[in-house]
């Protein structure tokens, strides 16, 4: 029987991919930073333990009898150096095999912060030569629940400097859909899939708001200056602001659009479209 390591366990993917490989002919190590607050997580085949990358003195355990690992990078300054540490002990262990959630465009010399962290991490697991696999998913339609709710819900209204181009997006669980296979079925070593569901503009997503909450939603495509603005006032670090910022424009240019097929090839269902994401997730927005 394989025994599989979901790091990140209690995040938006992990948590899904554990309910994605629950009652399955595995043994699933849900890898957290604090068990007693995702206690509930475990039990069937989940067996939860301590993992996390700022304290390497987790890894050891956490890695024991371990054939498969899941990685979601938090995105945080300076990961590359706690990163290395842990694929070390990782290859120490024996670890067969590592399945990466990553993001389009990937690429250590790339200008946008995300890119660069998710490409300097690929790097690291490329130079380990354990086999792996990576999936780079578009944009989450879970970000206007975790992120774009607030103005949804008391305003009507989606403040975004996003433009009105066309972006490929999905829901996280059909991602979590596309990890558990690559986990669980053999041929997709040295493979790099992307996972997009549907595209959709900023208006088009105001309309089905309107359809699937029955109040009226409008999109308002706010200058870069008081979107930056509007983070600071929110004391967000400067890093992340202008990581963010150099995501808006992209979308805004259109540059973030992403091929389908792979995602279809993998889960062999129809993914999830954004109605059925605003049907499902209907009090966030209420
Ligand atoms: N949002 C998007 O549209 C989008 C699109 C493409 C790619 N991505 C990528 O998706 C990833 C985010 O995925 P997600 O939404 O599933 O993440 P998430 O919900 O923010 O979860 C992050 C997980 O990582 C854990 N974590 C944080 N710091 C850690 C540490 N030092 N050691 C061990 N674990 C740690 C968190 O644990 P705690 O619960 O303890 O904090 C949590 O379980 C990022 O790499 C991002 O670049 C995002």
């Known amino acids: 029987m394989k025994n599989i390591l979901v790091t990140g366990a209690s995040g938006n993917i992990g948590s899904r991919l554990i309910e994605h490989l629950r009652g399955k002919e595995l043994n699933v190590k849900a890898g957290l930073r604090n068990i007693e607050k995702s206690k509930t997580i475990g039990g069937d085949n989940v067996e939860l333990v301590e993992f996390d990358y700022d304290r390497p003195e987790t890894f050891k355990n956490a890695f024991s009898g371990i054939d498969k690992l899941f990685i979601v990078p938090p995105m945080v300054p300076d990961f590359k150096q706690r990163f290395r540490a842990a694929i070390e002990s990782a290859k120490k262990a024996g670890i067969k095999y590592i399945a990466k959630l990553s993001v389009s465009g990937a690429d250590s010399t790339s200008e946008n912060t995300f890119q660069k ?102 999109y308002i495509d706010v200058p870069e200056e008081a979107a930056r603005n509007e983070m600071q006032n929110h004391n967000m670090p400067e890093w992340f602001i202008n990581a963010m910022m150099q995501l808006h424009y992209a979308w805004k240019q259109g540059w973030m659009v992403a091929p389908h097929e792979d995602l279809f090839s993998l889960i062999k269902k129809n993914p999830k479209t954004f109605n059925e994401f605003v049907k499902e997730n209907a009090g966030a927005f209420k």
């Open 117 to 218: 962290m998710h490409g300097e991490v690929e790097e690291i697991v490329r130079n380990s030569h354990i086999a792996h696999v990576t999936i780079n998913p578009v944009e989450f339609y879970q970000n206007y629940s975790n992120f774009y709710s607030a103005s949804i819900k008391n305003e009507g209204k989606i403040y975004l400097p996003q433009g009105k181009s066309v972006k490929s997006m999905i829901d996280v669980d059909d991602i979590a859909a596309a990890f558990a296979v690559v986990l669980t079925e053999n041929g997709h070593e040295g493979k790099m899939y992307n996972a997009a569901a549907y595209d959709y503009t900023n208006p088009e997503i105001a309309e089905i708001f309107t359809k699937e909450l029955g109040k009226p939603v409008e």
